[in-house]
């Protein structure tokens, strides 16, 4: 058994590889998009691998897998799995032949996601298990679990790492690596998958009969486990189980959930042998809930009574307090932080160069500050610090809030924009709803040519699929007029003039009308070896006036009142053709 010192989602990865997989299928999304990413590395694969366009597709592409009798695994961040519960709860209805891991990464803390969601409860919902690491270790060790529990309940099984499993580092004791060599084959069973309601009734029956056992093997596999210590007990699932277990004082009984449902017989049991009970969870009361419910006359402390946050990421500091206040532990060993005084605040903004930024500035410049800008999920979502962006829900809201608003208060100008990718993922039923519905909007598809703030991986727009292979480029330009819209016009944001001509044109017109700004994402341009040059300020004809400071690339800077070039410049000229006295122009190098 070899040792490797592996990010969490590495380790996830290669244990499907030590599963046999089959099948793999997702969407990108941060903290889950590195699994997909390390299994398309692979060379020559035994298995079928696909970044999807959306997470509906991708699990409903990778249950077909496993009907087929293959292992398979389809990956999502936990918003994902809004996307995907149509699919997920007939999932469980039709359960599977071979295993089917859902992993859905949550993010405590919202690191880079527009809310805290709990995965666990969508398992609760659908009556599906859930596998729910404490750590990079278990998390490599649950997802072989997870593939044999699939198979033998025949279930799907959601896998829920969170971003401090996915994205923390730590030593791994690793498999062998196992080849795929099932063949899938799909076996005509309509009483099986076709979901009709005669056949509903009947499904749903069989999963609830599913329960207690499940319930029992979860026990049994010890992923669900307790060790008696004394008259007071902590239970912990997740991460915040690994951050109690280093704090633990020798007196105090403690329980481990790393699956669910949990056994209530079990749990009960257990919560009747002690005087008080504290639970420790990320996110949702899932596990307070369950020992409120067996507890009995049994103090319970929690979230419910004030103890714990509801929201928020646990830390080994947060834990100690936690357990400090409901008198568990007699102080936190942790001081807290310090801040540095004096720090400059840096807000994430858009790369220098990105043709986001020039779009924005033009639509602003055309429509001006009282139109609305509805946006997206993505690296344009950035454009709030850009003032070109007033509303941002989930992936494809863009289009469609914009239709609302253009149908709500038509005396105002509607610019939304959205990227190339989750134009494609949700975006598309978005515009045909808008142009069907005869909404007056602008739509700007800031098309990129690849889904960059997930880690640039491709999409039917970048012609390439996710192991490298060439494929047919999405035409927008052709879904966007097949939507039905009559004004599609395609233009370099680079060039300001032809942009701002552009949106005057949609600006003057009425209906549906979309604009695809449309160039290579400026850190792809520069890996694949595309070089512009450096601009630079002439001081001598500068007249410090601020317009290219105020376009707000970092790469320009204001130094002695004059405009400055330093080295983040990608050479994309935009800031060049807004200086009003032509004081920027190409460096020339000597």
Request: hydrophobic letters at 40%; one cysteine or more; aromatic letters at 6%.
């Amino acid at each position: 058994m070899e040792r490797h010192y592996l990010l969490g989602n590495e380790a996830i990865a290669h244990a499907c590889l030590e599963s046999g997989i089959g099948f793999v299928s997702g969407y990108p999304g941060t903290p889950s998009s590195e699994v997909v990413d390390v299994l398309r590395a692979q060379k020559d694969p035994p298995f079928y691998l696909e970044w999807s366009v959306n997470e509906k597709v991708a699990l409903e592409n990778a249950l077909a897998a496993a009907w087929c009798g293959l292992r398979a695994i389809c990956t999502m961040k936990h918003v994902g799995l809004n996307v995907a519960a149509d699919p997920l709860m007939t999932s469980a209805y039709t359960g599977v032949t071979g295993g089917l891991v859902i992993l859905s990464a949550d993010d405590p803390f919202a690191h880079s996601s527009q809310n805290e969601q709990d995965t666990r409860c969508y398992a609760h919902f659908a009556r599906l298990p859930c596998l729910d690491p404490a750590g990079v270790q278990e998390a490599h060790d649950m997802v072989g679990t997870a593939f044999a529990l699939s198979e033998e309940f025949r279930l799907p099984v959601l896998f829920r790492p969170t971003t401090r499993i996915c994205h923390s580092k730590g030593d791994v004791a690793l498999g062998a690596v196992v080849p795929n060599e099932r063949k899938g084959e799909f076996h005509k069973d309509p009483r099986q998958y076709v979901v009709i309601p005669a056949h509903t009734r009947i499904l749903h029956k069989k999963l609830n009969e599913k329960q207690p056992a499940l319930k029992k093997r979860l026990v049994e596999l010890g992923l669900n486990a307790y060790t008696i210590s004394g008259k007071t007990a902590v239970i912990a699932s997740g991460i915040g189980a690994a951050y109690v277990q280093e704090l633990l004082p020798p007196n105090v009984s403690f329980m481990k959930i790393g699956a669910y449902p949990i056994d209530e017989a079990w749990l009960g049991e257990f919560a009747k042998k002690h005087e008080k009970i504290l639970v420790i969870e990320e996110l949702a009361p899932v596990v307070e809930e369950a020992v409120r419910q067996v507890a009995g006359c049994v103090p319970v402390f929690g979230k419910i009574n004030g103890y714990a946050p509801y929201e928020g990421e646990l830390s080994p500091g947060v834990v100690a307090g936690i357990m400090v206040k409901a008198g568990f532990l007699e102080k936190n060993p942790f001081a807290a932080p310090i801040p540095v005084p004096d720090l400059p605040l840096r807000p994430p903004i858009l790369c220098a160069g990105c043709h986001h930024r020039a779009a924005f500035y033009a639509a602003k410049k055309v429509f001006g500050p009282t139109a609305v800008y509805p946006s997206d999920i993505g690296c344009y979502t950035l454009g709030l610090q850009l003032g070109a962006v007033d509303t941002t829900i989930c992936m494809g809201a863009s289009i469609t809030v914009g239709s609302g608003i253009a149908h709500s208060d038509p005396l105002r100008d509607v610019v939304c924009t959205i990227g190339d990718s989750t134009f494609l993922h949700t975006g598309i039923q978005g515009l045909m709803n808008a142009v069907y519905n005869g909404a007056n909007m602008t739509v700007i598809i800031l098309d990129n040519r690849i889904t960059a703030m997930t880690g640039h991986q491709p999409n039917p727009n970048t012609g390439v699929t996710a192991t490298g292979v060439e494929t047919p480029p999405v035409s927008l330009d052709a879904v966007c007029r097949a939507c039905g819209a009559t004004f599609v016009e395609t233009v370099d944001p680079y060039d300001m003039t032809g942009m701002l001509r552009v949106l005057e044109d949609a600006k003057a017109k009425k209906g549906v009308k979309v604009i695809i700004a449309k160039q290579m994402c400026v850190i792809v341009a520069r890996r694949t070896g595309v070089k512009r040059g450096r601009y630079a300020v002439n001081p001598e004809i500068c007249t410090g006036c601020g317009t290219c400071v105020r376009f707000g690339c970092p790469a320009i800077e204001l130094v002695d009142k004059k405009a400055r070039i330093n080295e983040l410049c990608s050479g994309c000229a935009v800031c060049a053709r807004l200086c009003p006295v032509g004081a920027i122009s190409l460096e020339v190098r000597r």
